[in-house]
T-cell receptor
Framework: ETGVTQSPTHLIKTRGQQVTLRCSSQ?????VSWYQQALGQGPQFIFQ???????GRGNFPPRFSGLQFPNYSSELNVNALELDDSALYLC????????????FGSGTRLTVV | AQSVTQLGSHVSVSEGALVLLRCNYS??????LFWYVQYPNQGLQLLLK??????LVKGINGFEAEFKKSETSFHLTKPSAHMSDAAEYFC???????????FGQGTRLTINP
């Protein structure tokens, strides 16, 4: 059983640029959620994808967008990067609604300069 | 809406001492509760979860937590701390039908030799 894998592990971008982060879900999971974890804080829910459609969104602006593919993998795209977007981005996979638990990847550390 | 409060952003205990990390939740419907551990530069690892079965939940690495509805608490304990327990711990809540986990701010556990 493979876990959740995220790429890249680290990334440095310039303010105003665009970034794409990738996530492969755990085998057997059909739902992917993305979280932003700023330094010293708990993770904050960005959005969730199920059946290739957005299935819930947190308090993040539209420049945060995503995709889910038929193999359940997912991308997080952030446009017009701001300094405050610097954070650890975590992907979590689950069965729908996730009450049995979410499996998290190791995250992508994004630094915006 | 659900919320989680973790009392104490930093907890320090001696090796071999009892570990107690406090978590209080708010939810208008029956909650599902989780404890995750995060080691430096890593993602979140599930320690244990409460999903409306037994109120005393046993997890990995000798940790356990007790769901107390009357106190809206889900405190994490371990009888004897080990140096390898040093990490950040997050309590999280969700409900049936929700798309997201709501996390607390985290508690950094330090183990003194």
């Amino acid at each position: 059983e493979t876990g959740v894998t995220q790429s890249p592990t680290h990334l440095i971008k310039t303010r105003g640029q665009q970034v794409t982060l990738r996530c492969s879900s755990q085998s057997g999971h059909n739902t992917v959620s993305w979280y932003q974890q700023a330094l010293g804080q708990g993770p904050q829910f960005i959005f969730q994808y199920y059946r290739e459609e957005e299935n819930g969104r947190g308090n993040f602006p539209p420049r945060f967008s995503g995709l889910q593919f038929p193999n359940y993998s997912s991308e997080l795209n952030v446009n017009a990067l701001e300094l405050d977007d610097s954070a650890l981005y975590l992907c979590a996979s689950s069965l729908r609604q996730g009450v049995a638990g979410y499996t998290f990847g190791s995250g992508t550390r994004l630094t915006v300069v | 809406a659900q919320s989680v409060t973790q009392l104490g952003s930093h907890v320090s205990v001696s090796e071999g001492a009892l570990v107690l990390l406090r978590c209080n939740y708010s939810s208008s419907v029956p909650p599902y509760l989780f404890w995750y551990v995060q080691y430096p530069n890593q993602g979140l690892q599930l320690l244990l979860k409460y999903t409306s079965a037994a109120t005393l939940v046993k997890g990995i690495n000798g940790f356990e937590a007790e769901f107390k509805k009357s106190e809206t608490s889900f405190h994490l304990t371990k009888p004897s701390a080990h140096m390898s327990d040093a990490a950040e711990y997050f309590c999280a809540v969700t409900i049936q039908g929700a798309q997201k986990l709501v996390f607390g701010q985290g508690t950094r556990l330090t183990i003194n030799p």
